[in-house]
């Protein structure tokens, strides 16, 4: 059983919807990253997202583009993601970390050796936004061969039978997209996510994770009543920006926020 697995699995038996924060590795920083992730874990996280950085982020607002701007102007490399996960794994061996990311990257290094990279960093899942199930056939042999997750997204616009292809290439759980836009968006229709993962329920039993446009406790608890997972990106890193110029006053900003939500999600 994979650590993403066990976590969900976990959290069932308590009852418990998974909060999954999502920061960007090397944002504002490299040397504060590992400190963040020990943060969101301390403030209710159950499983961390850390973007590897990009320089065409096309699924990205511009809060989490910006962020990984300020990450590469640090050059921080995939290698350096690795190395923030390994230093994260000194202390917690627990906590699941998924890294979400772009492909291009992953073709440099080649499929085998990011896959063991990654395993050997004790990451335990793998999101690469721009490359669809019918595509991944390779990538996803290496990624189960050294026992990774290979998560993929569904969309509001996502017929049944892509649903069905999308169930059968991931594993740990599906991330919904909650709506047509990119992070950050803020036409999020609760009703019309229930509805969806509703639909993606009748093709699978995986946990279903839904993510873009959650920006606060509200919106937390309320789709905590609907989503195995509530996935929490851009009004992080809307703090981290508004911090920059107080690096030491970010940790508690990140903590504030994720409490707040953690307390609201367990409410319900």
């Given amino acids: 059983m994979s650590r993403i697995t066990g976590c969900f699995a976990d959290l069932k038996a308590r009852g418990r919807t998974a909060l999954l924060p999502f920061i960007t590795a090397g944002d504002p920083h490299p040397d504060l990253t590992v400190g963040f992730m020990h ?4 403030a209710g996280a159950d499983i961390i997202e850390l973007g590897v950085p990009f ?32 230093a994260f794994r000194q202390t917690n061996h627990r906590t699941p970390v998924i890294l979400m990311g772009y492909l291009n990257p992953v073709e440099v290094m080649g499929y085998g050796e990011f896959a063991r990279n990654a395993a050997d960093a004790g990451v335990d899942g793998i999101l690469t936004v ?8 390779d ?20 017929r049944r039978h892509r649903l069905e292809m999308i169930a059968d290439a991931t594993s740990g759980f599906i991330y919904y997209v909650s709506l047509k ?47 195995d997972a509530v996935v929490v990106g851009s009004a992080l890193v809307s703090r981290i920006e508004a911090n920059i110029s107080k690096p030491d006053k970010i940790g508690a900003e990140l903590k504030q926020l994720l409490q707040e939500m953690r307390t609201a999600m367990d409410a319900v």
């Fill in 39 to 42: 943060d969101l874990v301390e």
């Fill in 55 to 86: 320089s065409d982020p096309m699924a990205e607002g511009p809060v989490i583009q910006r962020a990984s701007e300020r990450a590469l102007q640090h050059h921080v490399s995939l290698y350096d993601v690795f190395g923030m996960v390994k």
């Fill in 181 to 227: 836009g990119v992070t950050g968006s803020a036409n999020l229709v609760l009703e019309e996510v229930a509805a969806k993962l509703k639909e993606i329920r009748e093709v699978t039993d995986m946990p279903l994770g839904v993510g873009f446009g959650i920006k606060d406790a509200h919106m937390a608890a309320a789709m905590a009543k609907i989503a």
């Fill in 139 to 158: 990538l996803i042999l290496a990624l189960r061969n050294a026992g990774l997750d290979a998560i993929y997204l569904a969309a509001p616009t996502s």
């Fill in 130 to 137: 721009d490359v669809p199930p019918e595509e991944s056939h």
